[in-house]
């Protein structure tokens, strides 16, 4: 029988602590409630989830293209809906900016949706904002498609800023080391354990060949990366080829939302620089390996991670935001 490995280390688990202390003291954190629409619109959950359903089953895109527009607005503004506002003559938008080009439409799409439904209840009506819509979007795409189903914290305020200068620096490329990304979450009040859990969402989704086109070189392939992998990524993504084409983020199970991120590091698939180095540094192996092995210990890191991440920068206070009546658009 394989001798276990080790748990996540001490110093993750007190930085997790730590992290979840100061998110829950930032200035309109306290403030959310999972019941926050409980007597304006007490349907909220069911109708989000709905329009959902329906988006996973016209296009799979949705599962990680919801998931990563969640994380891309948090990180940016707070958890505000900003990344959604479209672009006017007198200002580019978050959108807009270079390294949100490639979010895919039906991200969007699915709050949209999901917002003129939740609108299209009389009593709903202008009471639901979106950043709380994909807050739930983001949840119902991972339950879903079999991870962990949790309770979601509302009663964000929509942003009113949405400016694209403003992402410069604040979303994490596909080559940063673990200082960088470790330093990059720990500005969201995020800890290394909560950094490992959230690198996760990578189990589902897509990638285009340019962003990891450096990796598997012929005449230089990262030597983290497992030479059948490589080799299947070069007949992928050949010299040449259309740097737009995407391939799975995991080749496994690639509609699923599970720990089979952290098996795929273990044998060296690992899609990004950011993906493999989680492994390949001695400093957060122990953690992967423990989540390849372990699924309800992941799952459990995983939605005190994603919690955490929805407390990041949100507005409740009526000077910091409101309800938009079209998720695009400002008021």
């Known amino acids: 029988m394989a001798r276990p490995s080790p748990s996540p280390s001490p110093s993750l688990l007190v930085l997790s602590a730590i992290a979840a ?6 200035p309109g954190a306290a403030a959310l409630k999972v019941d926050y629409y409980a007597s304006t619109c007490p349907n909220v959950e069911a109708i989000v989830r709905g329009v959902v359903q329906q988006k996973m089953q016209a296009t799979i895109r949705t599962i990680g293209s919801t998931i990563r527009l969640f994380f891309h607005d948090c990180f940016v503004e707070g958890c505000d809906a900003s990344v959604i506002l479209v672009s006017t003559g007198n200002s580019t938008a978050e959108k807009d900016h270079p390294n949100n080009l490639s ?9 949209i949706k999901a917002k003129a439904a939740v609108d299209a209840v009389p009593a709903c009506t202008n009471q639901v904002s979106c950043a709380d819509i994909l807050a739930l979007a983001t949840r119902d795409v991972i339950a879903l498609t079999g991870g962990p189903s949790y309770t979601v914290e509302l009663g964000r305020l929509d942003g009113l800023v949405s400016l694209s200068t403003n992402v410069d620096g604040k979303l994490p490329p596909p080559s940063f080391d673990l200082d960088q990304l470790t330093t990059l979450f720990a500005a969201n009040n995020l800890s290394q354990a909560d950094m490992i859990a959230l690198s ?25 990366m497992n030479a059948t992998y490589a080799s299947d990524l070069q007949a992928a993504c050949p010299a040449g080829v259309d740097p737009n084409v995407a391939l ?26 950011s993906d493999q180095v989680l492994y390949s540094d001695a400093r957060s192996q122990p953690t992967v390996v423990a989540w ?9 890191a995983f939605v005190d991670a994603i919690t955490r991440l929805g407390r990041v920068g949100v507005k409740t206070d009526p000077s910091q935001g409101n309800i938009r009546r079209d998720c695009a658009f400002l008021n």
């Not at 202390?21 to 930032?26: D, E, N, R, S, T």
């Not at 979010?103 to 709050?111: E, M, R």
């Not at 799975?248 to 698939?269: C, K, M, S």
């Not at 390849?292 to 459990?300: G, L, R, S, V, Y």
């Open 21 to 26: 202390a100061v998110c829950l003291a930032q």
């Open 103 to 111: 979010l895919a439409g039906d991200g969007f799409d699915t709050v």
């Open 248 to 273: 799975e983020l995991d080749p496994i199970t690639p509609q699923g939302f599970d720990n089979q991120y952290f098996v795929n590091l273990v044998n060296g698939r690992g899609l990004f620089t």
């Open 292 to 300: 390849a092995q372990n699924a309800t210990d992941f799952e459990q």
């Open 200 to 224: 996760a969402a990578h189990t589902v989704g897509l990638a285009h060949c340019s962003t990891f086109a450096d990796r598997i070189q012929p005449a230089s392939v990262d030597p983290t």
